[in-house]
């Protein structure tokens, strides 16, 4: 089975703080994406990765960068918190471009007070 | 752009059919559908490509119409376990990998 983790599941930063949220899948997938979940808003698209050291801006990237390293990591760096970026963070990973399923991690509850 | 899901929630009584729509102002590569229940992570339930085909999943069926960029997702004889969100995500263009999701439809089951 596909697995994709998220290195916490709740999370709780101050602002002005820098922090780093960590995804890792296990099934070598080329694509890695990033969403915020908020209550009526859905998934929101903030960054993809389609390969190492590749990113593009999704729909949201204000406030927001990336960085893949290894095929298998995917980080979303928040450069300096928020209390607007209080938020459920998911992360997914596909195996190639557009027509292939995506896997979520459980997501990362992160509060900055 | 995310595309637009209709409606935004649904009630139905165990053994009712529904209809969720999804439609998008871009041309479209792909389709996607996925369920999440509350707490837990989105999980996939199937993928339609350009072509126009309908695809079948237990009693969940899809369509996908390319020329008015829009997706049905069908549920029939409902259950209690197809309760929580559904959302669609779209593909524009073959060479695309941004997937792109609605703001979801819940589905509330009841006895």
């Known amino acids: 089975d596909v697995k994709v983790t998220q290195s916490s599941r709740y999370l709780v930063k101050r602002t002005g703080e820098k922090v780093f949220l960590e995804c890792v899948q296990d099934?070598?997938?080329?694509?890695m994406f990033w969403y915020r979940q908020d209550p009526g808003l859905g998934l929101r698209l903030i960054y993809f990765?389609?390969?190492?050291?590749?990113?593009e801006k999704g729909d949201i990237p204000e406030g927001y960068s990336v960085s893949r390293e290894k095929k298998e990591r995917f980080s979303l760096i928040l450069e300096s918190a928020s209390t607007n970026q209080t938020s459920m963070y998911l992360c997914a990973s596909s195996l190639y471009q557009g027509n292939t399923e995506a896997f979520f991690g459980q997501g990362t509850r992160l509060t900055v007070v | 752009q995310q595309p637009v899901q209709s409606p935004q929630a649904v009630i139905l009584r165990e053994g009712e059919d529904a209809v969720i729509n999804c439609s998008s102002s871009k041309a479209l590569y792909s389709v996607h559908w996925y369920r999440q229940k509350h707490g837990e992570a989105p999980v996939f339930l199937m993928i339609l490509l350009k072509g126009g085909e309908q695809k079948g999943h237990d009693k969940i069926s899809a369509s996908f119409n390319e020329k008015k960029q829009q997706s049905s997702l069908y549920l029939t004889a409902s259950q209690l376990s197809y309760s929580g969100t559904y959302f669609c995500?779209?593909?524009?263009?073959?060479?695309?990998?941004?997937?792109?999701f609605g703001k979801g439809t819940k589905l509330s089951v009841i006895p």
């Open positions: 099934m070598d997938h080329e694509n």
């Open positions: 990765s389609y390969d190492v050291k590749m990113k």
């Open positions: 995500g779209t593909v524009s263009g073959a060479g695309s990998y941004q997937l792109t």
